[in-house]
């Protein structure tokens, strides 16, 4: 959104539907906008001629949050997956991923299981770097899955 002197209007739009959540980042002095979308293409776009412009996918369908991890040796983007399917057959037992900033793209390097996930942050504490992540969704669709704290290695 952008003010017009009298109120919000839009700046630029992404997709029509299933946006849930931005990361942004600075990366190789360029400025990038990782964007999650539950029902279509996740992407990651660099900041260009003063607007954002797709640069990599990341995936189908089912993202619902990002967070960067950044350590002394590199920078990573934890994508958290939520849900794929419909209503009638959900599936919610997905694979989430670490992609690694390598050369001007991100490049996968692990996936985790994850079940409804809704939410990642990092945190240090004692000279560790941690990524606690939400799950939410059982199989059976039932709000009761555990929160998982992973502890990272740099």
């Known amino acids: 959104m952008i003010w017009n002197g009298q109120s919000f209007a839009p700046f630029q739009e992404f997709s029509p539907q299933g946006g849930r959540a931005y990361e942004f980042f600075r990366a190789d002095g360029d400025a990038w ?26 995936g189908g369908p089912g993202a619902r949050e990002f967070t960067v991890v950044e350590t002394a040796q590199a920078l990573y983007l934890v994508k958290i997956n939520f849900i794929h399917g419909t209503p009638a057959a959900p599936k919610t037992d997905l694979k989430s991923c670490i992609y690694q900033w390598k050369d001007g793209q991100l490049a996968a390097v692990e996936e985790f299981p994850t079940s409804g996930g809704t939410d990642a942050a990092v945190f240090a504490a004692d000279g ?23 502890r990272l290695r740099a």
């Open 33 to 58: 906008l990782a964007f999650a979308n539950l029902t279509g293409e996740s992407f990651l776009c660099r900041w260009h001629a003063g607007r954002f412009v797709p640069h990599q996918s990341l």
């Open 128 to 150: 560790q770097l941690y990524l606690a992540v939400s799950n939410s969704l059982s199989r059976d669709i039932r709000f009761r899955e555990d929160t998982v704290i992973y």
